[in-house]
């Protein structure tokens, strides 16, 4: 391998021929450059899904209920009917295997808010304490809702930062200022960040309790929403989720008269099958991706291959004094495939330094909705080194055996 004539042999041969070898550097290190920039795009857009289910969490089950479309036991279809806090309780008792945390929630609609001379509506929504957790929402200030404020129903509130700077904006500390709510005073008692920005930061959560008394709601929940406890691999969790989905709609169906076949009556959201659905689409595109930076280095490879077998034409004559000197085929194939792996490894490696500057100094710069910071990781660039050498070795074997069957008589007679 550090045999300095043969490197030399190497190196003459690439002079004798620059413009060839050139070219055929340039088809190999194309096809590494366009699968690592390929590659690349398809960890921006991992990262960029990846953001989008940062909103909320990751394992979270939102459950609602809409009429009902099928007759059942008499019942014509259209008929409207509500959960309640007794679905609840009995969905959480029956399911305690499943869940992390749950918050039931009262949608209350719009909420004219007022602090002094400014006033504002924004969303107003009847939650417990675990509703932080699968909003994923950050406390800015102060605290969220807790057991206690829902035990003795009092009047508080956890305003948006997008609210606090509407209606506070020369206040620096709000927690235990009083707010009126449709002129019914509640007190800060906390202020909530969320990574969506202004948008979801324009709501407000009360005690699930103190809505329903407050705002003539008893009993009347529009939302059920959980997170589940953590399995040890993703298609576990989204096994788990399916079964207490089927729990949750079992016992809905049962209370409520609800028919089997009736699909639309039951919402569902599931962000682990949503979050399925998009790694298996983006599993299917990486996929493609390689598919298509495999293919360019297999046009590269097929044009070294025919330039080492151009070459072993040339050097048919001295291929043959080789042999006839006592050279082992062995020792022809070695020296062929150098070349190969020489001429396949330096134009590769060249291609992959590119694209990763390209990937180092682009890629924190792009930010779309669906693809952020595209870059690879080392365990790919360790990959594609291995197809680089493979590919040498590749191009390089049919020469090399070709080379490795002439026999010294016939070469010596090559004019």
């Given at each position: 391998?550090?045999?300095?004539?043969?490197?030399?042999?190497?190196?003459?041969?690439?002079?004798?021929?620059?413009?060839?070898?050139?070219?055929?550097?340039?088809?190999?290190?194309?096809?590494?450059?366009?699968?690592?920039?390929?590659?690349?795009?398809?960890?921006?857009?991992?990262?960029?899904?990846?953001?989008?289910?940062?909103?909320?969490?990751?394992?979270?089950?939102?459950?609602?209920?809409?009429?009902?479309?099928?007759?059942?036991?008499?019942?014509?279809?259209?008929?409207?009917?509500?959960?309640?806090?007794?679905?609840?309780?009995?969905?959480?008792?029956?399911?305690?295997?499943?869940?992390?945390?749950?918050?039931?929630?009262?949608?209350?609609?719009?909420?004219?808010?007022?602090?002094?001379?400014?006033?504002?509506?924004?969303?107003?929504?009847?939650?417990?304490?675990?509703?932080?957790?699968?909003?994923?929402?950050?406390?800015?200030?102060?605290?969220?809702?807790?057991?206690?404020?829902?035990?003795?129903?009092?009047?508080?509130?956890?305003?948006?930062?997008?609210?606090?700077?509407?209606?506070?904006?020369?206040?620096?500390?709000?927690?235990?200022?009083?707010?009126?709510?449709?002129?019914?005073?509640?007190?800060?008692?906390?202020?909530?960040?969320?990574?969506?920005?202004?948008?979801?930061?324009?709501?407000?959560?009360?005690?699930?309790?103190?809505?329903?008394?407050?705002?003539?709601?008893?009993?009347?929940?529009?939302?059920?929403?959980?997170?589940?406890?953590?399995?040890?691999?993703?298609?576990?969790?989204?096994?788990?989720?399916?079964?207490?989905?089927?729990?949750?709609?079992?016992?809905?169906?049962?209370?409520?008269?609800i028919a089997p076949s009736d699909e639309l009556a039951i919402g569902?959201?599931?962000?682990?099958?949503?979050?399925?659905?998009?790694?298996?689409?983006?599993?299917?595109?990486?996929?493609?991706?390689?598919?298509?930076?495999?293919?360019?280095?297999?046009?590269?490879?097929?044009?070294?291959?025919?330039?080492?077998?151009?070459?072993?034409?040339?050097?048919?004559?001295?291929?043959g004094v080789r042999k006839a000197l006592g050279a082992q085929p062995?020792?022809?194939?070695?020296?062929?495939?150098?070349?190969?792996?020489?001429?396949?490894?330096?134009?590769?490696?060249?291609?992959?330094?590119?694209?990763?500057?390209?990937?180092?100094?682009?890629?924190?710069?792009?930010?779309?909705?669906?693809?952020?910071?595209?870059?690879?990781?080392?365990?790919?660039?360790?990959?594609?080194?291995?197809?680089?050498?493979?590919?040498?070795?590749?191009?390089?074997?049919?020469?090399?055996?070709?080379?490795?069957?002439?026999?010294?008589?016939?070469?010596?007679?090559?004019?």
């Amino acid at each position: 391998m550090f045999d300095i004539e043969r490197w030399q042999e190497i190196f003459d041969a690439i002079r004798k021929n620059k413009l060839r070898t050139f070219l055929t550097g340039v088809s190999v290190g194309s096809g590494i450059f366009i699968l690592v920039v390929l590659l690349g795009v398809g960890q921006g857009m991992q990262n960029g899904i990846s953001k989008e289910f940062e909103n909320d969490a990751s394992n979270s089950v939102w459950v609602w209920v809409r009429p009902t479309t099928v007759k059942h036991r008499g019942m014509n279809p259209g008929r409207t009917f509500f959960m309640s806090n007794e679905d609840a309780s009995a969905i959480q008792q029956k399911n305690q295997e499943y869940i992390d945390k749950q918050s039931p929630v009262v949608r209350l609609g719009t909420g004219f808010i007022t602090y002094g001379k400014e006033s504002g509506s924004y969303r107003l929504n009847g939650v417990h304490p675990g509703y932080q957790f699968i909003e994923n929402e950050g406390l800015v200030a102060g605290r969220f809702i807790n057991q206690s404020d829902l035990a003795e129903n009092k009047k508080v509130v956890v305003i948006g930062n997008r609210v606090k700077k509407d209606l506070f904006r020369n206040v620096a500390n709000v927690v235990g200022s009083y707010v009126k709510i449709n002129d019914i005073s509640f007190k800060v008692v906390g202020v909530f960040s969320e990574k969506a920005g202004d948008r979801e930061e324009q709501k407000v959560f009360i005690p699930l309790e103190t809505s329903q008394k407050v705002f003539n709601r008893i009993q009347k929940l529009d939302l059920l929403t959980y997170t589940l406890k953590p399995e040890k691999n993703f298609d576990k969790a989204v096994e788990k989720s399916n079964e207490f989905i089927a729990s949750v709609q079992t016992h809905l169906r049962s209370k409520h008269l609800i028919a089997p076949s009736d699909e639309l009556a039951i919402g569902v959201q599931n962000s682990l099958q949503s979050a399925k659905r998009f790694y298996e689409l983006l599993d299917m595109i990486k996929a493609f991706f390689w598919w298509v930076g495999v293919c360019t280095i297999i046009a590269g490879v097929v044009g070294v291959s025919n330039i080492m077998l151009i070459i072993v034409k040339e050097r048919t004559k001295e291929i043959g004094v080789r042999k006839a000197l006592g050279a082992q085929p062995m020792s022809i194939i070695g020296m062929i495939l150098h070349e190969a792996i020489f001429v396949t490894a330096a134009a590769g490696f060249l291609g992959l330094i590119l694209g990763l500057v390209l990937l180092e100094y682009v890629g924190p710069m792009v930010e779309t909705e669906y693809i952020t910071n595209p870059s690879v990781n080392f365990s790919v660039a360790l990959t594609t080194v291995f197809i680089l050498i493979g590919s040498g070795a590749i191009a390089g074997v049919f020469p090399a055996w070709r080379a490795a069957k002439i026999k010294p008589i016939v070469a010596l007679r090559d004019e």
